[in-house]
């Protein structure tokens, strides 16, 4: 009897030892780092620029053709992808503000997606969202008019419970908005040269070189990848002959936060975010971007140098458990900047960059508030079939966002762009007071922002807005709302949904 009680709490105890033991390797082992192991053997790809054919009516038409390929994110090993255009990631589209726009979005992919225009300005059928669910085999061609300033906006999938699964796989590319007025200004501009795109997303690779799709056990915010490509490129080195260098970093992962600077700690010009340029530079050391934010920075190189650029500890504000499993303790040297002997001069940054435009909250028509919960938005999942909100075409709004979960979260909202008016409960930062479409709201901390809804009423067909944390978004973490023209009902019944024709 005694021995039998002795093996059952020595058991016991080699159970809670191995247990802790789990525990802790789990803690410890979390915390990710490639710092310092680089060889920057590969050239940055740089997505080349698509070229728009001109119809008719004058627009620009661009082709987009959703592919499977593979690619060699590891060399030597090829590994099965998606692409637009090509194997992985798709090329950068551009426009000008006035542009009459259409994209022919061709799907040869074995399952529906869609393509979605992150940071537009557009009608709602033609937003790309999960109601305008392209077909295998089929093709869709939105077409609007580009009315927005300046800006680096990118385009995703954004299918229904497998936005994060498409976007994995290399669906992906930028879209850059020019005006006259930021055309104008004197900034690096000539694109891959001192204009450098650069997409940053992390993956997990399998020896053979392949995508690792497990999801992590205890990551709050989905798959961490330990490995960062920037453009599709591991280990990736770009070489520069200009004084001064502007990057357009995109955060196009499926949950990881970067906290961007450089390796010796230099200061470097914040010149926009999101939704275009800043009124004037910001000088900073670093600029921290959730998934799907964006940020333009100038930095000055000297000759010969070699310059890194890296992600130091995102700051998540969770508690320790949340903050080590949704990547706070991560640091990540992302991209060597390879210095010329011999530069090229580039005139001085400008002390005014863009006057201020778009949404204030001198005078609003209302406040809507939104609290993030671990997996849904004021207690709700998405439903394709409900519309959440319904707003008023000409209206400026107050949103406030308040994260009452645990969790990192990052909110989004289609069509618009808007202002920051407080954040965590002081006045934003400098790297979140221009124009903005999405943003990051830590854990216990509300965010207030104003926004006007300018255009585009459809009763029927609702934008989304949303977690863009992939994985949230994918469990339901998110929402739908209609603009309506003052005193239109929205429309009863499913939300229209677009159904492609089959051209082949
Ligand atoms: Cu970047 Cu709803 O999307
Ligand atoms: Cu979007
Ligand atoms: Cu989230």
Redesign the pocket.
């Known amino acids: 009897m005694r021995r039998v009680l002795t093996r059952i709490l020595v058991g016991f105890g080699v159970l809670v030892v191995a247990l802790l033991g789990a525990g802790a390797w789990i803690w410890s082992a979390a915390p990710q780092s490639n710092a310092g192991e680089l060889g920057f053997r590969n050239e940055l790809w740089i997505p080349p620029l698509a070229e728009p054919s001109v119809d008719e009516p004058g627009r620009k038409v661009f082709d987009l053709d959703l592919q499977e390929g593979t690619a060699e994110l590891l060399p030597g090993k090829p590994a099965e992808t998606w692409g637009i255009n090509g194997p992985h990631l798709g090329p950068t589209l551009r426009a000008e503000r006035g542009d009459e726009v259409t994209v022919n979005v061709d799907n040869g992919l074995p399952e529906p997606t869609t393509l979605?225009w992150?940071g537009m300005h557009l009608p709602a059928k033609a937003d790309g969202?999960p109601h305008q669910q392209v077909e295998p085999g089929a093709s869709w061609s939105p077409s609007w008019k580009v009315d927005q300033p300046a800006a680096s906006l990118w385009y995703?999938p954004?299918m229904m419970g497998e936005t994060e699964d498409h976007v994995y796989r290399g669906l992906a590319g930028m879209f850059l908005i020019d005006d006259p007025r930021a055309s104008a200004l004197a900034l690096p501009s000539e694109y891959g040269v001192d204009d450098v795109p650069l997409i940053i997303q992390d993956k997990r690779l399998n020896d053979d070189g392949s995508l690792d799709f497990s999801q992590s056990m205890v990551s709050p915010t989905g798959r961490l990848g330990d490995e960062i490509l920037v453009n599709g490129t591991r280990d990736p080195y770009v070489e520069v002959d200009d004084r001064l260098v502007r990057l357009r970093l995109l955060n196009a992962s499926t949950a990881r936060a970067y906290n961007f600077g450089f390796s010796d700690g230099r200061e470097f010009d914040l010149i926009g975010t999101d939704g275009g340029l800043l009124e004037r530079p910001e000088r900073l050391d670093r600029v921290q971007l959730s998934v799907?934010e964006r940020a333009e920075i100038v930095v000055a190189v000297e000759p010969g140098e070699e310059l890194l650029l890296r992600s130091f500890e995102p700051d998540l504000g969770a508690n320790p458990f949340e903050d080590r499993f949704s990547g706070a303790d991560d640091t990540f040297d992302v991209l060597a900047i390879r210095v010329a002997n011999e530069l090229d001069d580039s005139p001085a940054l400008p002390s005014e960059l863009v006057p201020r435009e778009g949404p204030e909250h001198g005078a609003t028509d209302g406040v809507r508030r939104f609290e993030l919960g671990n997996r849904d938005i004021n207690d709700q999942q998405m439903d394709m079939a409900r519309i959440d909100e319904v707003v008023e075409m000409g209206d400026t709004e107050i949103w406030e966002v308040e994260n009452t979960s645990g969790t990192p979260h990052s909110f989004?909202v289609?069509d618009v762009r808007f202002r920051i008016i407080d954040y965590a409960g002081s006045s934003p930062p400098p790297e979140l007071t221009g124009l903005k479409d999405t943003v990051y709201v830590p854990p216990g901390e509300m965010v207030r922002f104003a926004t006007t809804f300018e255009d585009y009423a459809d009763p029927s067909t609702p934008y989304?807005f949303?977690c863009?944390i992939l994985e949230h978004e994918d469990r339901g973490m998110m929402g739908q709302f209609v603009v309506v023209a003052p005193g239109q009902q929205p429309a009863h019944g499913e939300p229209g949904h677009d159904h492609t024709e089959d051209h082949r």
Do not use: E, L, Q
Request: aromatic letters at 0%; zero cysteines.
């Open positions: 979605h992150h969202g995703h954004h799907g989004h289609h989304m949303h863009h």
